[in-house]
């Protein structure tokens, strides 16, 4: 039987960062089944986000969140805005993580390999055995730990000594072979980052797959949920990796990402924004226009607020379980003028001296 080639996606898309994981440890990397791995060139990660190799958590998220920033395809228009873009997001990919962080100062470009200790041969780190589970490989399962035995027996399976329905083997549970020796293709996961806009109010996003082996792209229209949550995903069926021997592909998985927004801060599904208001609004109540996602919203400031006081906009923020959505909070924060005109300075000292409110007790 004749090697299938079995290519993994590189993944792009305007106004995006699409991260593949998958075999390579790289935006760039292509795995053949039954191939040999391109070599890889050593990347810092630790200098593309401009941290020392000893930085905390919190110094690389920031650092993250800076440059994901000045670099964004949608605020940076320069050339070579979109793949430093691209970059600064596969980086914090691997920093971010604790573990992952762990392996990459320990093996370098290397390190996912080596997260995988005692996984396939060389040349087939790109198939996926998650379909066996269950399957019976005379020596034991490798959901079981059957080591060598068990990816013998496999082969075996694969190249005619022992195939479904012989002395070795029966089908699999899922995926797994029909009667030829047909196994799915593996899923491939992205990540793609979204404005806190386009997250709330969906859409549509077009995004290019591109072959690693062929240099051949494709277009998709992919469908953004309204009120989609950082960590979920969109599921494209059959858009992963090809199949073996002309199995179904599988299925590309996109993990969402929300961009930082200055204007908001994001609290599980609920939104929280603040609304500066003056001295007198607050004492004598007024109206006061609100930043959403979506655009500007005019609300009324009851009189007596102080600093801190919120009012909920019902719905305004993300999904929740159920099919509702969470809120929108303002808060109010009241601002005093820096510097005053000899009219203001001399109306604030009268009230100082008619008011009977303390502030303080």
């Known amino acids: 039987m004749e090697k299938s080639e079995r290519p993994f996606y590189n ?34 990660y630790y200098a593309t986000l401009g941290v020392s190799k000893d930085a ?18 949608d605020v940076n228009k320069d ?6 873009f691209k970059e600064v997001g596969e980086a914090y990919e691997v920093l971010k993580d604790a573990d992952k962080r762990k392996k990459y100062d320990q093996f370098g470009s290397h390190w996912k390999r080596a997260q995988q200790g005692g996984g ?8 996926d055995f998650s379909g066996f589970e269950g399957f019976d490989f005379g020596g034991g399962g490798f959901g079981g730990g059957g080591g060598a035995e068990g990816f013998s027996s496999f082969f075996e399976m694969l190249f005619g000594a022992g195939g479904p329905g012989g002395a ?45 082996e062929t240099g051949q792209r494709k277009t998709l229209s992919v469908r953004i949920p309204e009120g989609i949550r950082p ?70 400031i009851p009189a007596g607020s102080s600093s801190g006081r919120k ?23 009241i601002m005093v003028p820096e510097q005053l005109s000899d009219r203001e300075r001399a109306l604030f000292e009268e009230l100082a001296e008619a008011s009977e409110f303390r502030a303080r007790a």
């Open 231 to 300: 960590g979920q995903k969109i599921r494209l069926a059959g858009k992963g990796q090809p199949g073996f021997d002309g199995s179904p592909a599988g299925d590309l998985l996109l993990k969402v990402e929300i961009l930082p927004d200055p204007r908001f801060r994001i609290e599980g599904a609920d939104l929280y924004t603040t609304v500066p208001v003056a001295p007198w609004e607050a004492a004598l109540g007024g109206e006061a226009e609100v930043e959403t996602p979506t655009g500007r919203l005019r609300v009324r």
């Open 120 to 127: 396939p041969p060389p040349g087939y780190e790109g198939f």
């Open 168 to 212: 070795g083997g029966r089908r699999a549970s899922r995926g797994g072979f029909g009667g030829r020796g047909r196994v799915r293709g593996n899923d491939t996961e992205a990540t793609i980052q979204l404005t806190l806009e386009e997250a709330v109010s969906g859409g549509t996003r077009e995004i290019t797959l591109a072959d690693a």
């Open 56 to 73: 905390s958590q919190d110094d690389i998220q920031k650092a993250y969140r800076k440059l994901a920033r000045k670099y964004h395809p």
């Open 79 to 84: 050339s070579g805005a979109e793949v430093k």
């Open 11 to 44: 993944v792009s898309a305007d106004h995006s960062n699409f991260r593949c994981k998958g075999e390579g440890g790289g935006v760039d990397a292509k795995v053949g089944f039954g191939g040999r791995r391109d070599p890889l060139d050593y990347k810092d």
């Open 311 to 333: 009012i909920r906009l019902r719905e305004r923020g993300l999904s929740v379980a159920g099919g509702t959505r969470g809120d929108l909070y303002a808060e109010f924060r």
